[in-house]
Every structure is written in structure tokens, then in C-alpha cells.
């Protein structure tokens, strides 16, 4: 018995633990870099490369903005826009309708040519015929009234954009119900899509795909009135990794808390072949990104505790390492690394002590344990965070000053 007892002992020792790594004293970042926006612009995503990040957005109707020029297309614009790593603006362009539009994600292909996802509101024209006016007509003139009707944003749009700025094409389809694109991937002959589609009692995930021509087609919904979709990842062997989270019944997998995220597998074909959800009974937990790494941040509120979740998966969804840290945000990922809204101490860091919730920037090794810890000085919400192998991360976030937005580099520390 005294045998096993001091065998289990050293068992436990010799097993890897993050809480267990030398400790680690966060450093401020580089200086950011201030983004020209107006108040109510927003920036969705971020793509980085060696001459710098571009981003995708949405300008206000009336925006102050300085990012991008010439006059506005409609009531609200995507955009595109692709900054140098000095700040300078290298091009900019609008994108959209007289109508309502927005700009959600994007993505680069091989020949670095990018696609952007989006929507448009949808109007048509009605024209009432009427004979009984209340001016004086003696002749009884027909008087044509045309009205407008907006049906809310229906058209799902993929802006081909040239890699200097210029508008090669767009792909649209046509939703019956209101439709919010959230991401999209490339597949070897055009573009897998994922959604979340407005229902009557609430709304569905839905994965579509759109050839390179131009036509696009359902290939799976997800749930019945309660899941919403948020990243799509190509694996090397052609098929789908996508994240998102769900209170619905999935594949015949339950509801374990009180939302769930879920991790969804897809065929070469975009159909659903496996889910696997959080386990946490009474909390509300969702999965908000997903590198191509296999690493995922989200978000978990349980009562008044709220945590970023960070976890390393196989592409088969396994878990591998996994941590929670007391957030104000969900946690966003790219690479190897994570960005949130820290609001509390985190273990192994000796001199983080935040008196607000301040975004951080955390880079981890193949176990789990924090490499490198970054402040973002005067960042309060984290945006996007994109990655270029062997150069570093652009890190996108929102300051301290009502709607303004900064772009910070960190360079790569090996992974």
C-alpha cells in the first residue's frame, strides 16, 4: 500500500501541467497603430500578409471615416481596406448596393486575390394605382405612387477583389428568409459558406457552397430554432471543420448546458457527419473562431462568471490541452496564439494584475503553456487576429476611445 501511494506520487509529478511552467512577466506590446474609422464603422475580420493586414468591415451611413474614399453607395457599405505595417493606407474600396450593406469575413487564395463575404438588404418596388385623391383633380387623373419595401438583408455577396483593390466580380444568392454570412472557405472548385438563416421560431445554421461561375447551392442546415454558425475551416484532405454553438438537438447529441458550443465535422461535400458539444451544465458556452491549427476560442458565462475558453483540437476534434480564464470577452485565435478581454489574474503570469478587463495577446506551445504574453495598451475589445507563418500576428481591437480601432504586430516567437 505505501508502495502505491508513493508511485502515485511520483506519477503525478512527472505529468505536464500549464500551472506548473516557470512563471512569465507580460510585456507591453508595439506601439498600435491607430485605424481612421467613424463612430459606428465596424472592422469583422482581418487577413495579414508580408506587406500588411487587410481589413473587411462595415462604414455607417454618414461615416467620418477617412479610411476609405469617395462618397457612399447606400445606407450602410462594406469595405475593404489593406493598410501597410507603418499604418499607410495602400487601398481602399466600397463595396455594396444603394441599399443596405455589410462586409462579414474574407478570405486570400493561392494566387492572392481576395473573397469577400457579405449581404445586402433586399427592396422592391410596389406601385399603388389611386383614384380617390383629397387634392382637387376635375379630370380625374390616375395618380402612380411608387413606395419601396424593404424585406431585411437577403442576398448573401462574395466580392471578388484583385490583390491591388479592384472589383473582379461578385456572386450573389438569394435567401427567402433573412440570412447573416459569418465565414467562408475555399474549396477546389469555389466557395463553402457558412451561415445563420432567420427562421420563423428562431434561426438555423447553414452551410452553402457557390462555384467560382457564380451559382450557389444548400448543402446542410444545421438545428431547429436555436444555432448560429461562426467559422469554417478547409482541411488538407478536403473536408470541413466549423464551429459555432447551439441549444438544438444535433446528429441526436443533447443539450448539455444551457447553450452549447458545438464542433461540426463535414464530408468534401458539406455534409455533416459528426458533433461534439461542451459539456458544462447551466452555462452558455460557444466556440467564436477556429484556427488552422485546430485552435479554438470562445466563450462561457455561468451565472456571474465569465471566462474566455482556449482549447487545442486534432482535426478529428479531440481535445488536446484546454484552459478557461476569467474574461469579459471571448477569446478570438490565430496560429498558436489568442487574444481577449482579460479580467482577472492568469496563472504562470506574475505581473498581470488588470484593475479593468484589458485585452491580452497569449501565445502557447504544443502543451498548453504560455510562451510569450502581450499587453495591448489601451485595448478593451479584441476584434480579429490573423497570422502569417514565420512573420508574426496583426492583431485588430477596439481602444478605450468610443469606437475607435487599432492594429497592432507581434512578431513570431517560432510557431
Given at each position: 500500500?505505501?508502495y502505491?501511494?508513493?508511485?502515485?506520487i511520483?506519477l503525478?509529478?512527472?505529468?505536464?501541467?500549464a500551472?506548473?511552467?516557470?512563471s512569465?512577466?507580460?510585456?507591453?506590446?508595439?506601439n498600435s497603430?491607430?485605424?481612421?474609422?467613424g463612430?459606428?464603422d465596424?472592422?469583422?475580420?482581418?487577413?495579414?500578409?508580408?506587406?500588411?493586414?487587410?481589413l473587411?468591415?462595415?462604414?455607417?451611413?454618414?461615416?467620418?471615416?477617412?479610411?476609405?474614399?469617395?462618397?457612399?453607395?447606400?445606407g450602410t457599405?462594406?469595405?475593404?481596406?489593406?493598410?501597410?505595417?507603418?499604418?499607410?493606407?495602400?487601398?481602399?474600396?466600397?463595396?455594396?448596393?444603394?441599399?443596405?450593406?455589410?462586409?462579414t469575413?474574407?478570405?486570400?487564395?493561392?494566387?492572392?486575390?481576395?473573397?469577400?463575404?457579405?449581404?445586402s438588404?433586399?427592396?422592391?418596388?410596389?406601385?399603388?394605382?389611386?383614384?380617390?385623391t383629397?387634392?382637387?383633380n376635375?379630370d380625374?387623373v390616375?395618380?402612380?405612387?411608387?413606395?419601396?419595401?424593404?424585406?431585411?438583408?437577403?442576398?448573401?455577396?462574395?466580392?471578388?477583389?484583385?490583390?491591388?483593390?479592384?472589383?473582379?466580380g461578385?456572386?450573389?444568392?438569394?435567401?427567402?428568409?433573412?440570412?447573416?454570412p459569418?465565414?467562408?472557405?475555399?474549396s477546389?472548385?469555389?466557395?463553402?459558406?457558412a451561415?445563420?438563416?432567420?427562421?420563423?421560431?428562431?434561426?438555423?445554421?447553414?452551410?452553402?457552397?457557390c462555384?467560382?461561375?457564380?451559382?450557389?447551392?444548400?448543402?446542410?442546415?444545421?438545428?431547429v430554432?436555436?444555432?448560429?454558425?461562426?467559422?469554417?475551416?478547409r482541411?488538407?484532405d478536403?473536408?470541413?471543420?466549423?464551429?459555432?454553438?447551439?441549444?438544438?438537438?444535433?446528429l441526436?447529441?443533447k443539450?448539455s448546458?444551457?447553450?452549447d458550443?458545438?464542433?461540426?465535422?463535414?464530408?468534401?461535400?458539406?455534409?455533416?457527419?459528426?458533433?461534439?458539444?461542451?459539456?458544462?451544465?447551466?452555462?452558455?458556452?460557444?466556440?467564436?473562431?477556429a484556427?488552422?491549427?485546430?485552435?479554438?476560442?470562445?466563450f462561457?458565462?455561468?451565472g456571474?462568471?465569465?471566462?474566455?475558453?482556449?482549447?487545442q483540437?486534432?482535426?478529428?476534434a479531440?481535445?488536446?490541452?484546454?484552459?478557461?480564464?476569467?474574461?469579459?470577452t471571448?477569446?478570438?485565435?490565430?496560429?498558436?496564439?489568442?487574444?481577449?478581454a482579460?479580467?482577472g489574474?492568469?496563472?504562470t503570469?506574475?505581473?498581470?494584475?488588470p484593475?479593468?478587463?484589458?485585452?491580452?495577446?497569449?501565445?502557447?506551445?504544443?502543451?498548453?503553456?504560455?510562451?510569450?504574453?502581450r499587453?495591448?495598451?489601451?485595448?478593451?475589445?479584441p476584434?480579429?487576429?490573423?497570422?502569417?507563418?514565420?512573420?508574426?500576428?496583426?492583431?485588430?481591437?477596439?481602444?478605450?476611445?468610443?469606437?475607435?480601432?487599432?492594429?497592432?504586430?507581434?512578431?513570431?516567437?517560432?510557431?
Open positions: 500500500m505505501k502505491r501511494f508513493l508511485l502515485a511520483v503525478t509529478l512527472l505529468i505536464p501541467s500551472n506548473a511552467a516557470p512569465l512577466k507580460v510585456t507591453p506590446a508595439a497603430i491607430s485605424i481612421p474609422l463612430v459606428n465596424e472592422i469583422s475580420k482581418s487577413y495579414f500578409a508580408n506587406d500588411g493586414t487587410t473587411v468591415g462595415t462604414l455607417a451611413s454618414g461615416s467620418s471615416q477617412t479610411l476609405v474614399s469617395g462618397a457612399g453607395l447606400g457599405d462594406g469595405f475593404i481596406a489593406k493598410i501597410s505595417l507603418d499604418g499607410k493606407l495602400i487601398w481602399g474600396l466600397r463595396l455594396g448596393s444603394e441599399f443596405e450593406d455589410v462586409a469575413s474574407l478570405i486570400a487564395d493561392s494566387a492572392n486575390t481576395y473573397w469577400v463575404l457579405g449581404a438588404e433586399s427592396v422592391v418596388t410596389l406601385t399603388n394605382i389611386e383614384t380617390t383629397v387634392i382637387i376635375p380625374s390616375t395618380v402612380i405612387k411608387e413606395n419601396k419595401k424593404h424585406l431585411g438583408q437577403l442576398v448573401t455577396n462574395i466580392w471578388h477583389i484583385s490583390q491591388t483593390g479592384e472589383l473582379l461578385t456572386i450573389k444568392s438569394l435567401s427567402e428568409t433573412p440570412i447573416t459569418r465565414d467562408l472557405a475555399l477546389s472548385d469555389g466557395l463553402i459558406i451561415s445563420d438563416l432567420m427562421i420563423t421560431s428562431g434561426r438555423i445554421g447553414l452551410f452553402s457552397k462555384s467560382f461561375a457564380g451559382s450557389c447551392d444548400t448543402l446542410s442546415r444545421v438545428g430554432k436555436n444555432t448560429s454558425l461562426r467559422a469554417i475551416l482541411n488538407k478536403g473536408t470541413y471543420f466549423a464551429v459555432g454553438k447551439s441549444a438544438d438537438s444535433i441526436k447529441t443539450l448546458g444551457s447553450i458550443g458545438v464542433i461540426l465535422t463535414l464530408t468534401s461535400r458539406g455534409v455533416i457527419k459528426s458533433v461534439v458539444r461542451s459539456s458544462l451544465a447551466k452555462t452558455l458556452r460557444t466556440w467564436e473562431s484556427s488552422d491549427t485546430y485552435l479554438l476560442g470562445g462561457a458565462v455561468s456571474k462568471t465569465s471566462e474566455a475558453s482556449i482549447t483540437f486534432s482535426q478529428s479531440k481535445p488536446i490541452w484546454s484552459m478557461r480564464i476569467p474574461s469579459a471571448t477569446a478570438l485565435t490565430a496560429g498558436h496564439s489568442a487574444i481577449f482579460s479580467k489574474l492568469i496563472p503570469l506574475s505581473n498581470w494584475k484593475k479593468t478587463a484589458s485585452v491580452i495577446y497569449l501565445n502557447f506551445d504544443g502543451k498548453g503553456v504560455i510562451k510569450e504574453a499587453a495591448i495598451v489601451g485595448a478593451v475589445n476584434v480579429s487576429i490573423s497570422y502569417l507563418k514565420g512573420v508574426g500576428y496583426s492583431i485588430i481591437t477596439q481602444n478605450v476611445v468610443e469606437s475607435g480601432y487599432s492594429v497592432t504586430f507581434v512578431a513570431s516567437s517560432g510557431n
